[in-house]
């Protein structure tokens, strides 16, 4: 049996997976799929979502999913060049955020 860490990790992929052709159903499907409840499956879609590869649209009832570009390409989805770029840039982006939020300890 998979650890907690394993288990969580194939519940997001799944979601990452599914979410392009099943994204008004995904939070039933995978509770479904893993047997787990609806509240844990919308605990990965905001983890999904803080690590920027979805995002979420709509009201609580009727909120649907979509990858974004650097969830596409996390589960290798062709990217054209145009996108590709965007990615990139994206990632520069993210990266940048993160070393301008650690704290500066100079010596």
């Avoid at 008004?24 to 609806?38: D, L, M, N, P, Y």
């Amino acid at each position: 049996m998979a650890g907690i860490r394993e288990r969580g990790l194939l519940v997001r992929r799944y979601i990452l997976e599914h979410v392009g052709s099943n994204s008004q159903h995904i939070v039933r499907s995978t509770a479904f799929e893993f047997g787990i409840s609806r509240q844990a499956v919308n605990k990965h879609l905001s983890r999904l979502i803080k690590e920027g590869l979805l995002t979420a649209r709509g009201t609580t009832r009727n909120r649907t999913y979509s990858l974004t570009i650097l969830g596409k390409r996390r589960i290798g989805v062709p990217l054209t060049n145009e996108t590709a770029e965007e990615a990139e840039s994206e990632i520069n982006s993210r990266r940048g955020r993160a070393e301008a939020a650690r704290p500066h300890n100079p010596r």
